[in-house]
């Protein structure tokens, strides 16, 4: 299915939001929702180029869905219906910009939605496998950085998409990076991303 919008959500892990706090960011008690245009994926085996000169570059290692549309006012125990598939990705951040543009109340995107910031491995089809059972890892260059459990999300996944949908009529294609769990990190050139699930497979990117 072609890539349509990619929908984000953040804190969306109780330990992730204690290290942004860590970091500087208020917290708010609150999941965060944002966009990337389907021009910020990168296809496993494609060179990640990462942002230069605006400080750190975070991976932050999660499940992404892709829905098969579904419209709106999609009501929760109904929304697992719109899945249509599941795989791993990596919402790469500017942090210390995003941290910069927090503090002063402006928009995120120059921090998340750069060229190259959603690195997605290949989609799964959805064959109603338990979303909140999915088990994943993040390691660079050997080092295990992220170790994630979708049961420990804050907003499972149908119920993110039952929030999407009271603002946007979902279509196919559309994709939903659903959070990152703790243990983001900063990437420099060279370093060799591996995302693995024993459901999902293993899918590996290098950083130029
Ligand atoms: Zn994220």
């Known amino acids: 299915m072609p890539a349509n919008r990619i929908f984000c959500i953040g804190k969306n892990y109780a330990?992730?939001?204690?290290?942004?706090?860590?970091l500087g960011h208020s917290p708010d008690g609150d999941c965060v929702v944002f966009m990337k245009p389907a021009s910020c994926l990168v296809e496993e085996g494609q060179p990640i180029v990462l942002p230069r000169d605006r400080g750190a570059v975070h991976h932050e290692a999660e499940l992404v869905i892709e829905l098969t549309g579904g419209g709106r006012d999609i009501p929760e125990d109904e929304a697992l219906d719109c899945v249509a598939g599941m795989?791993?990705?990596?919402?790469?951040?500017?942090?210390d910009l995003q941290t910069a543009l927090?503090?002063?109340?402006k928009p995120w995107e120059l921090a998340k939605a750069f060229d190259g910031s959603a690195p997605m491995g290949a989609v799964k089809p959805y064959l109603e496998q338990d979303l909140q059972d999915i088990r994943f890892t993040c390691h660079v260059n050997?080092?295990?950085?992220?170790q994630g459990h979708t049961r420990d999300m804050l907003f499972p996944v149908a119920r993110q998409i039952h929030i999407l949908s009271q603002t946007w009529a979902l279509e196919p294609g559309d994709l939903l990076y659903t959070g990152t769990p703790k243990g983001?990190?900063?990437?420099?050139?060279?370093?060799?991303?591996?995302?693995?699930?024993?459901?999902?497979g293993e899918f590996a990117w290098s950083c130029a």
């Open 184 to 200: 983001v990190g900063p990437l420099v050139p060279g370093d060799e991303i591996v995302l693995s699930s024993p459901l999902l």
């Open 142 to 146: 050997g080092q295990l950085r992220q």
């Open 15 to 22: 330990e992730h939001v204690a290290e942004l706090v860590h």
């Open 102 to 105: 927090k503090s002063n109340g």
């Open 87 to 95: 795989t791993l990705g990596l919402d790469l951040t500017l942090r």
